[in-house]
């Protein structure tokens, strides 16, 4: 069975730093396309990044430069680097694995950029 698992979510302040991180099951994790998205309160899920098992990475474009994702196959887990944070980034993250026709969602992750 296919699960996964957000943590490192949290208070921050405007222009603080903060990675996320999503434990996959071990099974497929290498062959997965894996993702993170992010919904705010009152606007709609979005596509914050995602990287191919070839690592081929796909980031929202208002994002470019400030958010790093990453995967550690040894691990079985995906990363989120978040820089540079702003207020408008508060949302709920939420990691997303695609593999052999499959969709799976974690529970998400509050991350709350305020001063």
């Known amino acids: 069975q296919l699960q996964l698992e957000e943590s490192g979510g949290g208070l921050v302040q405007p222009g603080d730093s903060l990675r996320l991180s999503c434990a996959a099951s071990?099974?497929?994790?290498?062959?997965?396309?894996m993702g993170w998205y992010r919904q705010a309160p009152g606007k709609e899920r979005e596509l914050v990044a995602s990287?191919?098992?070839?690592?081929?990475?796909v980031y929202a474009d208002s994002l470019k430069g400030r958010f790093t994702i990453a995967r550690d196959n040894a691990k079985s887990t995906v990363y989120l680097q978040m820089d540079s944070l702003k207020r408008e980034d508060t949302a709920v993250y939420y990691c997303?694995?695609?593999?052999?026709?499959?969709?799976?969602w974690g529970q998400g992750t509050q991350v709350t950029v305020s001063s």
């Open positions: 997303n694995q695609r593999v052999w026709g499959r969709i799976i």
């Open positions: 071990r099974n497929f994790f290498s062959a997965s396309t």
């Open positions: 990287m191919t098992p070839t690592e081929t990475t």
